[in-house]
């Protein structure tokens, strides 16, 4: 039998294998995204930007038109978007169902302002406010006629940390009536009316200069004019967050800023100037003024003023990166990690082959970390409260990961060998790539548990940039994991470090067969806290039975008996697992006692205590984080942590993340927190403080100094 120290040693393929390997793996991941999709969903959470409606009358006349308002409002710390969002977030968007004839118009907005996060600007609204629509009533409608007018609402609702997707369907009844609009609703919509720009009777003029754009505006050389940013509604490739400067020369004011190249065409836009007022804008090319006296440009939150951002995307590409470098040394990989490099050594100086399994193994990692963002962000969209290694609150996705440890910690004992399971010859003499892309497949699943310095400030912008941006976080989080082996792989003088090959390795790698058998028990034991005695049973029956088929299936291979059968009912039983997991009445065992008097997490006991001023240390955990268990053992859970927090009288809080929890992935991502662990200190009457991912007691001993 083949001993070579890959996970899956002697799986050998072509690259189109491998390329149908990523497209079972895409598989695979949705699936699970849309078994986690199918669980029953919490009660909704109350909208951080409320959303209502309102009609300037109920009682329209046949051939009217009625304003009505989509009223939104921001709670403290939120926002919501104008009708071109910026660099980040997205627009209001409205279907209507209405009855025949009702003729909706398009979504005037109020005058936005800016605000940039990340570096990325962002055209928002952090009062209330109101988007008004016109509604075109039919000249045939009778008096009388009732008409219920309804919309689909659906937008993005942003603090400075996460965006989450929201919606509410609003409805609003009329009745074919005399058209009268009394007193009190006129004034409130002429409120809202005076919040839109005002539409220009000229066309401004426009002209580009590589990157840098002049637009020239019609503005009274006697009008006022200060705090001035010009707002691109057209999408023409404008550099939302490059600053803006302005001038006047007599009848013109000139705003200047960047495109990403030049175009040609219109642009429309709105210029704010003053306190919030508005003037909606259509630029054609043409001759710019020259010469003129400056202008001030709109300041808060806005790059004009010089207000850098802390940290930029390549900052946070750059944590990504270095977290998931830094994810190399956390506990939970580590067995995976000796393996992989085990393999290395196994191919002495053969270069080209060590560098082909270290790019398959890299691409096997970001493609995972790609496929499992994708899937995170897909369901957040969606409206699930999800947050990173979601899929390991499903027991159906444990079972699954449980059965595949079982099956892999039998592949490195030596009962089965990978290669002979119908791979055929003619593979089998071909570069084991496949091996290594496969254990990098496994390397980033088992490291999703984990969240390491700087992968969480990483993880937690991925949820507030655009889809497009965040999957580069993820690319760079896989990246990073890899990396180590890449640089392995494709610097020769590593390379010459590692270990020669010798029969150490066939030892070694029967060795790594007992981590592994660890990590199986370890995901039995949490499907017993995701689904009870009744998931422990149906896991630990699945897991005995397909370990006898493997015996079987090696005893075959020795004897070179036809094996089909055996390998068809292996897949039998996996699959009647996992259906019966996720159709049966499984109920979680009660959520064991707190230690040391510890209280679960509760936000508005959270609040209560610190108005009382009392210290509170609060951490968030889960069964399936390795990190959150060792900082557990070795920090909080000790004497000393225990007796210093009882003399300074701080409280200590505790959130379980194992299951899905709602109320504790909104509360992470306030803090811009995607996963755990997470610890924060909140001293007496002072903010949070928030401490390292990696604990130990003196950290703990030192906060109530």
């Known amino acids: 039998m083949n001993r070579d120290t890959d996970l899956f040693p002697n799986l050998k393929a072509p690259m189109w294998v491998v390329a149908r390997m990523c497209q079972l793996l895409l598989a695979l991941f949705m699936a699970a995204g ?47 978007y104008w009708l071109n969002p910026g660099d980040a977030g997205t627009p209001l968007e409205l279907e209507w169902k209405m009855p025949s004839g009702v003729m909706a118009g398009p979504i005037r907005a109020p005058v936005p302002e800016t605000l940039i996060v990340s570096g990325f600007m962002n055209h928002i609204y952090k009062t209330k406010h109101a988007f008004l629509v016109d509604l075109e009533i039919p000249k045939n409608a009778v008096v009388g006629q009732n008409m219920d007018i309804r919309v689909d609402a659906r937008w993005s609702a942003c603090s400075d940390l996460v965006c989450v997707p929201e919606s509410a369907t609003l409805s609003v009844p009329m009745t074919i009536g005399r058209g009268t609009i009394n007193n009190a609703d006129r004034a409130r919509f002429d409120l809202w009316r005076s919040a839109l720009p005002v539409p220009l009777d000229r066309k401004a003029l426009y002209a580009i200069s590589g990157t840098r754009i002049e637009i020239a505006i019609p503005y009274p050389r006697t009008a006022d004019a200060s705090r001035v940013w010009f707002f691109a509604q ?36 709105l210029l704010r100037f003053n306190d919030a007022q508005g003037l909606s804008v259509r630029a054609v090319p043409g001759a710019v003024p020259t010469g003129g006296n400056a202008v001030s440009v709109l300041g808060e939150g806005a790059a004009a003023e010089g207000q850098a951002p802390q940290f930029g995307f390549g900052w946070i590409l750059a944590f990504s ?42 691409v096997g990692i970001m493609l995972s970390c790609l496929v499992l963002g994708g899937v995170m962000l897909a369901l957040r969209a969606a409206g699930e409260e999800v947050g990173w290694a979601f899929q390991l609150q499903d027991p159906a996705i444990v079972l699954l990961l449980l059965l595949l440890m079982v099956a892999v910690t039998a592949n490195l004992a030596g009962i089965f060998d990978v290669g002979s399971i119908g791979a055929g010859e003619k593979l089998t003499r071909k570069d084991g ?95 017993y806290q995701l689904a009870g005695s009744g998931g422990l049973l149906i896991g630990a029956v699945a897991a005995l039975i397909i370990l006898s088929r493997l015996f079987e299936l090696g005893r075959k291979q020795k004897s070179d008996a036809p094996r089909k059968y055996v390998v068809a009912a292996i897949l039998g039983i996996a699959a009647a697992a996992l259906l019966i997991i996720d159709n049966a009445a499984v109920t979680p065992p009660a959520p064991p006692s707190l230690k040391n008097g510890s209280l679960a997490f509760n936000e508005e006991r959270l609040t209560s205590l610190r108005a009382e001023g009392k210290p509170v240390f609060l951490y968030f955990t889960a069964d399936w984080c390795v990190t959150c268990k060792v900082n557990e053992n070795v920090a909080i859970n000790r004497a000393e942590t225990a007796n210093a927090f009882g003399k300074a009288g701080i409280v200590t809080m505790v959130g379980d993340y194992t299951r899905r929890d709602p109320d504790i992935t909104r509360f992470l991502a306030k803090y811009g927190r995607s996963g755990v662990p997470f610890y924060l200190y909140y001293p007496p009457n002072k903010e949070a403080r928030v401490l390292p991912q990696i604990l130990t007691v003196n950290d703990l001993t030192a906060l109530p100094e």
């Open 321 to 362: 990166l270095l977290g998931g470098l830094l994810l190399n040394l956390m506990p939970c990989v580590f067995p995976i990690l000796g393996l992989k490099a085990l393999s290395l050594a196994r191919m002495g100086g053969d270069e080209s082959k060590a560098r082909r399994d270290a790019i398959a193994y890299t």
């Open 433 to 527: 790539m496949a091996g290594s892309f496969w254990t990098g497949v496994l390397a980033a699943v088992v490291a999703t548990p984990c969240t390491g310095p700087f992968m969480a400030a990483a993880m937690g912008a991925a949820l507030l940039l655009p889809a497009t941006l965040a999957l580069l976080i993820f690319a760079g989080l896989g990246l990073g994991l890899a990396l180590p082996f890449l640089a392995i792989a494709f610097i020769p003088a590593l390379r010459m470090r590692m270990p020669r090959p010798g029969p150490w390795m066939v030892r070694f790698r029967q060795w790594m067969a007992l981590p592994m058998a660890v990590t199986a028990l370890a995901l039995l034991w949490l499907l």
């Open 34 to 80: 849309i078994a986690y999709a199918q669980l029953p969903a919490p009660t909704a959470p109350p909208q951080n930007v409320r959303a209502s409606i309102d009609a300037e009358t109920r009682r329209p006349a046949p051939g009217d038109i009625v304003t009505v308002a989509i009223i939104m409002d921001p709670k403290p710390g939120w926002h919501d």
């Open 234 to 269: 057209s999408d023409n490739g404008f550099r939302y967050a490059a600053p803006q400067s302005a001038r006047r020369t007599g009848d013109w004011l000139i705003v200047s800023s960047e495109v990403k190249k030049p175009f040609g065409g219109q642009i429309d836009g």
